[in-house]
């Protein structure tokens, strides 16, 4: 069974910067295409980074580029958030998810992390 977890999240204030990882395990994690989910209170989940299985390719939203960076280490089995400059409507649940075969989505995901919170304060 894969599992993914993920860690890192925390409290900061307007303009600090967190690093998300995301450690994987139980599959192959170099055939998975990952992605980074947010999902602030009583809104839906939205995309904010993914990356291909080979990480040589990466797409953000508009929210989030410029400011975010999504990496792998396949010789680790993690994957990466870099989150700089981070303002306060970026507060919410941080989730990681996997899929094979296609680039993961909220609806299309095959696994998904149990989340970590962060918060961003003025």
């Known amino acids: 069974q894969v599992q993914l977890v993920e860690s890192g999240g925390g409290s900061v204030q307007t303009g600090a910067s967190l690093r998300l990882s995301c450690a994987v395990s139980g599959g192959a994690f170099a055939m998975y295409n990952m992605g980074w989910f947010r999902q602030a209170?009583?809104?839906e989940r939205e995309s904010v980074a993914r990356?291909?299985?080979t990480g040589d390719a990466t797409s953000y939203p508009d929210a989030v580029k410029g400011r975010f960076t999504i990496?792998?280490?396949?010789?680790?089995n993690t994957v990466y958030l870099q989150m700089n400059n981070?303002?306060?409507?970026d507060t919410a649940v941080y989730y990681c998810a996997a899929a094979r075969g296609r680039l993961p989505s909220t609806t299309t995901s095959d696994y998904w992390?149990?989340?970590?919170?962060?918060?961003?304060s003025e």
Do not use: C, F, M, W
């Open 113 to 120: 992390g149990q989340g970590t919170q962060v918060t961003v």
């Open 71 to 76: 990496s792998r280490d396949n010789a680790k």
């Open 41 to 43: 209170g009583g809104k």
């Open 86 to 89: 981070l303002k306060p409507e």
């Open 51 to 53: 990356i291909t299985y």
